[in-house]
């Protein structure tokens, strides 16, 4: 069984900096996206360690773990939500106090999501990849990205909606002249781009299948250590049945990326996989060739199973809410390259 929890509506959200911090010149940002959880009636708890970054982390790795742990065994907290992600949470993993967490939520995506597969897998509570809080603070949100607080509201034995994006973000806000800057307003994305689902098959898909995933470039990591068992999370939560990953490629390049899928494979990450979604990606650089459409290919071919890319997931906003653990129905047309994805909380 997967444990879900479910947010409400005055409940404290915990924000703690498990991977980096922020730099005192963006703390005006930060302060931004606090206040602005506060108008949306959430009481918010900020730690010490996202108002500081040295050496690629907030603070060293015992520290930003205890915050951590106070923050999972504090029951008036119903939702940890770093800042952004990073480069060094996997420091972190070793420390947390995995018996005593109370059941929230965890959200986030980049390196966070290194944090939430490792929770996942450990103890079987439904862990949320999506949008970071600093991309919160602006007004309004897109439809896709504004979706996160009502997947994280749903109730156990509920389910949830989501439909990929119109638009999406290719140059963020802050590379942009001040003149454009000011012409976007309070938006945080700079969405410009008509979002194009694809699918390696050319034909329309669908899936079915319980959720894993994140971003490839950390939580391949995990791979033969305590926190990444997948195996024996599946026999012990989820027997018999087929899993979506979806996942995200940040800096690797195709080769790169390549190696990393047949990492997992081999070590039997994609047994019983009932399909995959790879998220747009401003990576995926081609080595002599070998493209990323190559690579989703021969993965396609390997393992017998549909593949959808260019989603909804990681560094190229916006992005859907996407619960670890969560019975997922994928429906993907190619004719209008669109898709929708029921999450069902059993």
Not at 300 to 326: F, K, R, S
Request: charged share 20%; glycine share 10%; hydrophobic share 40%.
């Amino acid at each position: 069984m997967i444990r879900y929890p479910q947010l409400q509506k005055g409940t404290k959200i915990g924000v703690t900096a498990p991977s980096s911090g922020v730099k005192s010149d963006l703390h005006d940002l930060l302060k931004q996206a606090m206040a602005r959880m506060g108008n949306e009636g959430f009481a918010v708890s900020g730690g010490d360690t996202v108002w500081t970054q040295h050496k690629a982390k907030s603070a060293p790795a015992v520290l930003r773990a205890k915050e951590l742990n106070q923050m999972l065994q504090n029951p008036e907290i119903g939702l940890i939500f770093p800042p952004w992600g990073g480069e060094l949470l996997i420091e972190v993993l070793e420390h947390i106090n995995y018996e005593a967490m109370g059941d929230k939520w965890i959200l986030g995506y980049s390196d966070i999501s290194l944090l939430l597969l490792a929770i996942t897998l450990k103890t079987g509570l439904a862990t949320a990849h999506g949008t970071n809080l600093i991309d919160l603070r602006g007004n309004p949100d897109d439809e896709t990205t504004a979706k996160w607080l009502e997947v994280l509201q749903t109730p156990a034995g509920g389910s949830i909606e989501q439909h990929s994006s119109e638009k999406y973000q290719v140059e963020w806000k802050s590379a942009l002249s001040e003149l454009e800057q000011e012409a976007l307003g309070e938006q945080v994305f700079n969405l410009t781009e008509p979002t194009v689902w694809k699918s390696i098959s050319g034909s329309d898909v669908g899936m079915k299948g319980r959720l894993l995933g994140g971003c490839i470039d950390v939580i391949r990591h995990l791979i033969g250590t305590p926190y990444g068992d997948v195996q024996g999370f599946r026999e012990r939560h989820l027997p018999g049945e087929p899993v979506i990953w979806y996942l995200e490629n940040c800096e690797m390049d195709t080769t790169d990326l390549r190696r990393s899928l047949v990492h997992m494979k081999l070590a039997g990450w994609f047994d019983n996989c009932s399909g995959f979604m790879f998220g747009r990606s401003a990576a995926n650089t081609s080595v002599d060739g070998y493209t990323a459409e190559d690579v989703y290919r021969d993965l396609a071919e390997e393992l017998h199973v549909p593949i959808l890319y260019d989603i909804d997931c990681g560094h190229m906003p916006p992005q859907l809410t996407l619960i670890n653990g969560a019975l997922a129905h994928l429906h993907f047309s190619e004719e209008q390259s669109t898709a929708s994805v029921l999450q069902i909380f059993k």
